[in-house]
T-cell receptor, first 112, second 113 residues
Framework: DAKTTQPNSMESNEEEPVHLPCNHS???????IHWYRQLPSQGPEYVIH???SNVNNRMASLAIAEDRKSSTLILHRATLRDAAVYYC?????????????FGKGTKLSVKP | ETGVTQSPTHLIKTRGQQVTLRCSSQ?????VSWYQQALGQGPQFIFQ???????GRGNFPPRFSGLQFPNYSSELNVNALELDDSALYLC????????????FGQGTRLTVV
């Protein structure tokens, strides 16, 4: 399975935008880019996913590089509730099994 | 629609004992995956069940076993517990084998002493 690389930690101020980067230079043509986040003392929570085009939902935006070797999760206005570990994961929907391969993720701290 | 629920939330066991963890999947989901999360690490895939059959397994020994029932709920069994088995055990349900969104439970915190 293709690997992803993320910074260990990032800091943000409340109500400012946050850009969380992810590198996936070995991504295959059928891999979707998924983002999950894990708030303290909770299970991971789906955030967003995409293939080639940028994606928006109520939680975040996903910007995917043209060569698909990197992507950025954008939180438009960080809140204290967004403090979590964010995981960037590649997933092939045509694969024989659907397990998610988590790295260590990026721990996002949000300062008031 | 109900979410994924896991029981118990916390558990303390002695080394060498056996433990069973339970997971009720989200309504309409037919696939359940189990993950182990050690402190400070990302979740590690244990195995996946699809329509009551094991459909993939991570790098875990045979003393980790599971079941999926006709209502798609699931159990994770761990025999001969070791101290290193202390972790948060997460269950995730989804529709279908691959792709799409996985819904996680809050996890079971297992401590082996």
């Amino acid at each position: 399975d293709a690997k992803t690389t993320q910074p260990n930690s990032m800091e943000s101020n409340e109500e400012e935008p946050v850009h969380l980067p992810c590198n996936h230079s070995t991504i295959s043509g059928t891999d979707y880019i998924h983002w999950y986040r894990q708030l303290p003392s909770q299970g991971p929570e789906y955030v967003i996913h995409g293939l080639t085009s940028n994606v928006n939902n109520r939680m975040a935006s996903l910007a995917i590089a043209e060569d698909r070797k990197s992507s950025t999760l954008i939180l438009h206005r960080a809140t204290l509730r967004d403090a979590a570990v964010y995981y960037c994961i590649l997933r092939d929907p045509g694969g024989s099994q659907g397990n998610l391969i988590f790295g260590k993720g990026t721990k996002l701290s949000v300062k008031p | 629609e109900t979410g994924v629920t896991q029981s118990p939330t916390h558990l303390i066991k002695t080394r060498g004992q056996q433990v069973t963890l339970r997971c009720s999947s989200q309504s309409g989901h037919n696939t359940v995956s189990w993950y182990q999360q050690a402190l400070g690490q990302g979740p590690q895939f244990i195995f996946q069940y699809y329509r009551e059959e094991e459909n993939g397994r991570g790098n875990f020994p045979p003393r980790f076993s599971g079941l999926q029932f006709p209502n798609y709920s699931s159990e994770l069994n761990v025999n001969a517990l070791e101290l290193d088995d202390s972790a948060l055990y997460l269950c995730a349900s989804s529709w279908g084998v691959a792709g799409g969104e996985a819904f996680f439970g809050q996890g079971t915190r297992l401590t082996v002493v």
